[in-house]
């Protein structure tokens, strides 16, 4: 049997001193993590004969990857956001901590600060009317024994007819189709909003140039996105997606699950639409949460992830 370089003790020493283990400053959390990191590196490069110009095209990728800040698109899509929610459910099946709205992954398109207002909001700043179908939604947050959560803050965000998100697709306004809506007494939201379509991966990223090379597509289903916090409960990072959908079931960065599908209901009803306050055909959404009780205070906060605004 060969001797894999990797392995031998005078590599893994000189792999600990490029980790700072030779020393006592920096971060033992930090200096753990990499020397990993470049141990495994290692072994997959002898492991898998990794050549050189493959090495540096990797290199490169990499740098072209973080130039167009897509490390957390590629994330979702290589299934490792979904494997971090499928480690937590484990973790909370251990923990005996279940029930209430499964949690799925936030993605990397959240801005922090949107408006916030009682019970009900107007999300889209009306500049899509004419191609946009109007969306109702609405529903309850509740505990997991069914009593509804008054004052829970629930920030959404979607994206527009084209897939594209305020922000990050600086063509559309401060905020467009991102809120913050806290729930009335009965522990109810409402939002009017625009139906969203799905999103997929920009065509000439990199993200994308590594799902051609794996052979797979870059598309989600129509879906938005949930916070949804409260004094007392669990933080909850969800989504809806859209019964009837293409990608349903076939989401390039494997959000969809069992209990977060949702179905539009089309109203054609010149009444219906009169008493709504708009004119011809609409979409309603009817979507509730539940909240498991905080198992300690921190449980209550969202992760500390970086995010666009982040102190807004
Ligand atoms: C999205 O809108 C999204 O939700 C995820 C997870 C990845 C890319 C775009
Ligand atoms: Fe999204």
């Known amino acids: 049997m060969t001797v894999k370089i990797s392995q031998t003790a005078e590599i893994q020493k000189f792999f600990e001193e490029a980790a700072g283990f030779g020393n006592d400053q920096g971060s033992p959390r930090v200096k753990q993590l990499v020397l990993r990191i470049v141990q495994d590196a290692a072994k997959i490069i002898e492991d898998l004969q990794v050549s050189d110009d493959e090495f540096w095209t990797a290199v490169d990728y990499l740098n072209r990857l973080g130039a167009r800040s897509e490390f957390g698109l590629l994330v979702p899509g290589l299934g490792l956001e979904h494997f ?5 459910d484990a973790k909370d099946a251990q923990a005996g901590l279940s029930g209430g709205t499964p949690r799925t992954i936030e993605g990397p398109l959240y801005v922090a600060g949107a408006p916030i ?3 009900q909001a107007r999300m889209d700043d009306g500049s899509e009317l004419t191609e946009a179908t109007v969306m109702f939604l609405e529903g309850v947050v509740r505990d997991t024994d069914g009593q509804p959560v008054a004052g829970a803050v629930v920030d959404l965000w979607h994206a527009n007819t084209k897939g594209n998100y305020s922000f990050f697709d600086q063509s559309q306004s401060e905020y467009n189709l ?5 729930t009335d007494a009965e522990g109810r939201y409402r939002a009017r909003s625009i139906v969203p379509s799905g999103y997929g991966c920009a065509p000439d990223g990199p993200t994308q ?3 051609d ?4 597509h870059g598309q989600r289903p129509a879906h938005i996105h949930f916070f949804v916090a409260a004094p007392g409960h669990r933080h909850l990072t969800t989504q809806i997606n859209l019964d009837g959908d293409q990608y349903l079931w076939d989401d390039f960065a494997y959000a969809t699950r069992e209990g977060l599908v949702g179905a539009l209901r089309f109203v054609e009803d010149a009444a219906a639409a009169e008493a709504r306050g708009v004119q011809g055909r609409f979409a309603e959404l009817a979507f509730d949460f539940q909240l498991q009780k905080a198992p300690a205070p921190a449980a209550e906060q969202r992760s500390q992830r970086p995010r666009a605004l982040q102190d807004a």
């Open 84 to 88: 971090l929610d499928l480690l937590q």
């Open 213 to 216: 090379l794996l052979g797979r």
């Open 209 to 211: 140039e590594c799902l």
């Open 117 to 119: 207002s009682e019970g």
């Open 178 to 182: 991102r809120r913050r809506i806290v």
